[in-house]
């Protein structure tokens, strides 16, 4: 059997590892699991455990039974643990694409999203002495000493590919961030990436229902973008530039002549995670704010600019207040959003946008043939809904019945959606092998900010639908008008572009008179409240001067 060859090569490779697992090289002892030979050899042997074990577990078992699903659940677990330990060891790419796991919620048992999402705020560290090193290289240096006053030998964050440092410039003497890419990560991902890709063909032959093979796919071609700094400080600077129409988005200012590929030299911003409970209730902050504002910047990066953060993930993102303003009037927000690491971004083309757009808003206004045929253009084919639902998080039968603006998520319905992920397995691996693979980063920025929305307890709010239907709106315009451009000229074109204002600001003031309708209703739900609060202590009041009246009126 081809597994059982599998798990024989995996002990080989084991028996090399091993046997020399350090060795004395004159001065230093190398410890060889960090090395091509140790990382395939610990892979080997993980994926031939977790194979041996789902298929020990489940033997005989009748798929029917509670027993069976009770099993099931037992062998996740401990293959979660498993794939958690594997990718910790062998750190760099492999907790990349832990993370990227640890989001799959619509996709993955809880077992394993639980366990990779602590992969999201805690990776494994590189030592001082080796972060020293790197930036000794890559800014021709010979101490710390020669560019920082002071520099903090205790990471901020530690991520999959670097870790973040606060440091003081020598010169100027400015607060900032120094993010240093973990030695030898770039060297062996591309060794990496071929024992995954040979993981997820092992997977599909042996449980073919769980084909991952777009994962690696992906990532792929997004390591080498990651893994080069001056792509992070471009793009850096280029979400900068987009989003200065939102005064309350802050993204750290980047010291070219102090970074390269591997060094990025940026402002210190402080703030708290947006997933710091505890920092949310020390500074009272709203939690329906917060994921408004999270709300309007996606929305604006992925309808209207086409230029989107692929990675918001709680460690990514923190939240502060806004320092006092100056006017004692003033719109702006109390609150600023910090946007942090940008080395993951993905430019839509015009095509995605526009069927993307029209998706949301057939889904947000119940347009069934709407739905059906956005989804069949960005590659869905007959299996539109589960595109859908994997799309909103939401249930078909809640997206087609009764509308998902109208209906508020419950614990039942998405109890429903995960139990109902593992049955349609196979067809969610079919529908993200045929979508774009622009669809695959937006759903991953999806998951995260899903995630966030799960935890401040207002997922499916009906304001996020207001805001997300605005961007929506205002990128067919523009998307409408690009297109009309390429077929009419003249005073056809110039009728065209009119008409296409026009349906923006009509559905503009449509949503604006339904959320001003929302607004009244409310205002009358709370004085209604209000109102009932009164009279019960009217009453209560009445009914204690009655008794006290009645026990005065008796004869002594």
């Given at each position: 059997?081809?597994?059982?060859?599998l798990?024989?090569?995996?002990?080989g490779?084991?028996s090399?590892?091993?046997?020399?697992?350090?060795?004395?090289?004159?001065?230093?002892?190398?410890?060889?699991?960090d090395?091509?030979?140790?990382?395939?050899?610990?892979?080997?042997?993980?994926?031939?455990?977790?194979?041996?074990?789902?298929?020990?577990?489940?033997?005989?078992?009748?798929?029917?039974?509670?027993e069976?699903e009770?099993?099931?659940?037992?062998?996740?677990?401990?293959?979660?643990?498993?794939?958690?330990n594997?990718?910790?060891k062998?750190?760099?790419?492999y907790?990349?694409?832990?993370?990227?796991?640890?989001?799959?919620?619509?996709?993955?048992?809880?077992?394993?999203?639980?366990?990779?999402?602590?992969?999201?705020?805690?990776?494994?560290?590189?030592?001082?002495e080796?972060i020293?090193q790197?930036?000794?290289?890559?800014?021709?240096?010979?101490?710390?000493?020669?560019?920082?006053?002071?520099?903090?030998?205790?990471?901020?964050?530690?991520?999959?590919l670097?870790?973040?440092?606060?440091?003081?410039?020598?010169?100027?003497?400015?607060?900032?961030?120094?993010k240093?890419?973990?030695?030898?990560?770039?060297d062996?991902?591309?060794?990496?990436?071929?024992m995954?890709?040979?993981?997820?063909?092992?997977v599909?032959?042996?449980?073919?229902?769980?084909?991952?093979?777009?994962?690696?796919?992906?990532?792929?071609?997004?390591?080498?973008?990651?893994?080069?700094?001056?792509v992070?400080?471009?793009?850096c600077k280029?979400?900068k530039?987009?989003?200065?129409?939102?005064?309350?988005?802050?993204?750290?200012?980047?010291?070219?002549?102090?970074?390269?590929?591997?060094?990025?030299?940026?402002?210190f911003?402080?703030?708290?995670?947006v997933?710091d409970?505890k920092?949310?209730?020390?500074q009272k902050i709203?939690?329906?704010?917060?994921?408004?504002?999270?709300?309007?910047?996606?929305?604006?990066?992925?309808?209207?600019?086409?230029?989107?953060?692929?990675?918001?993930?709680?460690?990514?993102i923190l939240i502060?207040?806004?320092?006092?303003?100056?006017?004692?009037?003033?719109?702006?927000?109390?609150?600023?959003?910090?946007?942090?690491?940008?080395?993951?971004?993905?430019?839509?083309?015009?095509?995605?946008?526009?069927?993307?757009?029209?998706?949301?808003?057939a889904?947000?206004?119940?347009?069934?043939?709407?739905?059906?045929?956005?989804?069949?253009e960005?590659?869905?084919?007959?299996?539109?809904p589960?595109?859908?639902?994997?799309?909103t998080?939401r249930?078909?039968k809640?997206?087609?019945?009764q509308?998902?603006?109208?209906?508020?998520?419950?614990?039942?319905?998405?109890d429903?959606?995960?139990?109902?992920?593992?049955?349609?397995l196979?067809?969610?691996?079919?529908?993200?092998?045929?979508?774009?693979?622009?669809?695959l980063?937006?759903?991953?920025?999806?998951?995260?900010?899903r995630?966030?929305?799960?935890?401040?307890?207002?997922?499916?709010?009906?304001?996020?639908?207001?805001?997300m239907?605005?961007?929506?709106?205002r990128?067919?315009r523009?998307?409408?008008?690009?297109?009309?451009?390429?077929?009419?000229?003249?005073?056809?074109?110039?009728w065209?572009?009119?008409?296409?204002?026009?349906?923006?600001?009509?559905?503009?003031f449509?949503?604006?008179?339904?959320?001003?309708?929302?607004?009244?209703?409310?205002?009358?739900?709370?004085?209604?409240?209000?109102?009932?609060?009164?009279?019960?202590?009217?009453?209560?009041?009445d009914?204690?001067?009655?008794?006290?009246?009645?026990?005065?009126?008796?004869?002594?």
């Amino acid at each position: 059997m081809k597994w059982f060859k599998l798990l024989a090569s995996g002990f080989g490779a084991l028996s090399v590892g091993s046997a020399s697992i350090l060795v004395l090289d004159e001065k230093n002892i190398i410890d060889l699991t960090d090395y091509p030979v140790g990382r395939a050899a610990r892979t080997g042997i993980t994926l031939a455990s977790i194979i041996v074990d789902y298929k020990y577990a489940l033997f005989g078992l009748d798929k029917e039974t509670n027993e069976y699903e009770t099993a099931k659940s037992k062998a996740h677990a401990r293959s979660a643990k498993k794939m958690f330990n594997l990718c910790w060891k062998n750190r760099g790419t492999y907790i990349k694409v832990g993370q990227h796991l640890g989001a799959m919620d619509y996709l993955l048992p809880p077992e394993y999203t639980t366990a990779f999402k602590v992969l999201h705020s805690n990776a494994p560290q590189s030592s001082l002495e080796e972060i020293e090193q790197v930036i000794k290289e890559d800014l021709k240096v010979n101490s710390l000493s020669d560019v920082f006053e002071e520099f903090s030998p205790k990471p901020l964050g530690t991520a999959s590919l670097a870790q973040v440092h606060k440091a003081t410039l020598k010169s100027g003497g400015s607060n900032v961030a120094v993010k240093v890419q973990h030695p030898r990560v770039r060297d062996l991902s591309d060794k990496d990436m071929n024992m995954m890709d040979n993981a997820l063909e092992w997977v599909q032959y042996c449980f073919p229902e769980f084909d991952l093979m777009w994962l690696g796919i992906e990532t792929r071609n997004n390591l080498p973008l990651e893994l080069d700094f001056t792509v992070e400080a471009r793009n850096c600077k280029q979400a900068k530039e987009n989003l200065k129409c939102f005064d309350w988005v802050k993204i750290p200012k980047i010291y070219d002549n102090l970074s390269t590929s591997r060094v990025l030299v940026m402002e210190f911003m402080e703030g708290g995670q947006v997933n710091d409970m505890k920092f949310f209730k020390e500074q009272k902050i709203d939690f329906n704010n917060v994921s408004s504002m999270l709300g309007k910047l996606f929305s604006e990066m992925i309808f209207v600019q086409g230029f989107v953060h692929c990675d918001p993930h709680p460690g990514n993102i923190l939240i502060r207040r806004r320092k006092s303003n100056s006017s004692w009037f003033s719109f702006k927000s109390e609150l600023e959003l910090v946007l942090l690491d940008h080395g993951l971004y993905r430019r839509l083309s015009e095509d995605f946008r526009y069927h993307y757009a029209n998706l949301w808003q057939a889904i947000i206004n119940k347009d069934l043939k709407g739905i059906e045929k956005h989804s069949r253009e960005l590659g869905s084919g007959e299996m539109y809904p589960l595109l859908t639902t994997i799309v909103t998080g939401r249930a078909w039968k809640v997206v087609g019945d009764q509308g998902i603006k109208n209906v508020a998520l419950t614990k039942e319905e998405d109890d429903e959606i995960r139990d109902n992920a593992g049955v349609f397995l196979p067809h969610i691996s079919q529908v993200l092998n045929r979508v774009p693979s622009e669809m695959l980063l937006v759903l991953k920025a999806n998951d995260h900010l899903r995630g966030l929305e799960h935890m401040y307890g207002v997922r499916g709010h009906l304001s996020g639908f207001l805001d997300m239907s605005r961007c929506c709106l205002r990128a067919l315009r523009e998307l409408k008008v690009n297109r009309t451009r390429k077929l009419e000229s003249g005073i056809s074109l110039q009728w065209s572009i009119l008409e296409h204002t026009l349906t923006l600001y009509i559905g503009l003031f449509k949503l604006l008179a339904y959320e001003w309708y929302l607004w009244f209703q409310e205002v009358r739900k709370t004085k209604r409240k209000s109102s009932r609060q009164n009279h019960q202590v009217t009453e209560t009041t009445d009914s204690t001067m009655t008794g006290n009246a009645f026990v005065l009126k008796v004869p002594g």
